[in-house]
């Protein structure tokens, strides 16, 4: 069964101090991961897509890269608005589902 | 069509009712998913739809779940005798086939008592 492990649970940050959000991953032939964004009392917002280790992708302040166990979102520089939790995914080539992870929760004071 | 709707937002009910909750998916999206979310987990898989076909479902879909999407576009999850261990969210997403970027509604919220 994938599982999918993120560290840390919670972090606070001071406005635009940099850090790094990890996501550990199991998976029998990885087929895509996936970064989310979701807000208190709302539904996940995508972000981006990995397919292969070495793999990286970019929007505004969030850089995902990609190894063959894990994956991190980095967080540059980050604004309030920034605060969210941060849910990673997999999926794998033998079924249709995304396997999620706990989450990071994210917090960027000002 | 701007995005997945899901109605409604904010179900409580007494333990041992029904509840049935509706998702439109956005109109051009083949597959519509299921998912249950609760407070500090992430959301977890319960079934999916290629068009009006339940393709698969999950070991946490008991007896008491019955998920339909007839004519392939709304769905709708419905809960026989509810237990307290339903309290959840409730999230539905859609997506084009072959391609892991669900687009998910705002979720229903399920409270037991």
């Known amino acids: 069964e994938d599982q999918v492990t993120q560290s840390p649970e919670a972090l606070r940050l001071q406005e635009g101090e940099s850090s790094s959000l990890n996501c550990s991953y199991t998976v029998s032939g990885l087929r895509g991961l996936f970064w989310y964004r979701q807000d208190p009392g709302k539904g996940p917002e995508f972000l981006f897509t990995?397919?292969?280790a070495g793999e990286e992708k970019e929007k505004e302040r969030l850089k995902a890269t990609l190894t063959k166990k894990e994956s991190f979102l980095h967080i540059t520089a980050p604004k309030p608005e920034d605060s969210a939790t941060y849910l990673c995914a997999v999926t794998n080539y033998g079924n249709n589902r995304l396997a999620f992870g706990k989450g990071n929760q994210v917090v960027v004071i000002p | 069509d701007t995005g997945v709707s899901q109605d409604p937002r904010h179900k409580i009910t007494k333990r041992g009712q029904n509840v049935t909750f509706r998702c439109d998916p956005i109109s051009e999206h083949n597959r519509l998913y299921w998912y249950r979310q609760t407070l500090g987990q992430g959301p977890e898989f319960l079934t999916y739809f290629q068009n009006e076909a339940q393709l698969e479902k999950s070991r946490l879909l008991s007896d008491r779940f019955s998920a339909e999407r007839p004519k392939g576009s709304f769905s709708t999850l419905e809960i026989q005798r509810t237990e307290q261990g339903d309290s959840a969210m409730y999230l539905c997403?859609?997506?084009?086939?072959?391609?892991?970027?669900?687009?998910f509604g705002e979720g229903s919220r399920l409270t037991v008592l």
């Open positions: 997403a859609s997506s084009l086939e072959n391609t892991g970027e669900l687009f």
């Open positions: 990995l397919y292969s």
